[in-house]
């Protein structure tokens, strides 16, 4: 499903739902001296666990896309993963373009911690809650 609005003097957005797991939001300002450029924003429609297993105890693997999504054509991601304890301490970062990578949280405290996955489109994070159990 895929929708647009567009009027003389003002706005043109569309949204476009794509068949995988995000969709996209494009708009541009139209006025009488022509349009202005275009603004992108991706975001994903699943609220789907990356992190597994939960909880844990020893490793956590993390999956993210192959890097070369069609979110953003021509472009690849780097995503940032970074793993936080509840006080906002980073505890362990990587850095990939895709696949499984593994967090090792054996000498970790049982607890709750905090999986930031950016993807190198949007500002904010996708951010899961791990528990470590003993």
């Keep these: ?24 939001l494009s708009c541009r300002a139209i006025n009488t001296c022509g349009y202005g450029p275009y603004s992108y924003f991706y975001a994903n429609v699943q609220n789907r666990q990356r992190g597994y297993p939960n909880p844990a105890s020893d490793v956590v693997n993390v999956e993210v896309g192959n890097g070369s999504s069609d979110r953003s054509p021509g472009a690849s991601i780097t995503y940032d993963i970074r793993l936080y304890d509840g006080m906002g301490n980073l505890l362990r970062q990587q850095k990939t373009n895709g696949g499984t990578i593994q967090f090792n949280v054996s000498n970790l405290a049982a607890g709750l911690y905090f999986l930031h996955i950016y993807d190198g489109v949007n500002e904010k994070p996708e951010i899961q809650k791990i528990e470590v159990a003993r």
């Excluded at 499903?1 to 996209?24: C, E, R």
């Design 1 to 24: 499903m895929n929708w647009s609005y567009l009027n003389n003097y003002g706005y043109w957005a569309a949204v476009y739902f794509n068949p995988s797991d995000y969709y996209t």
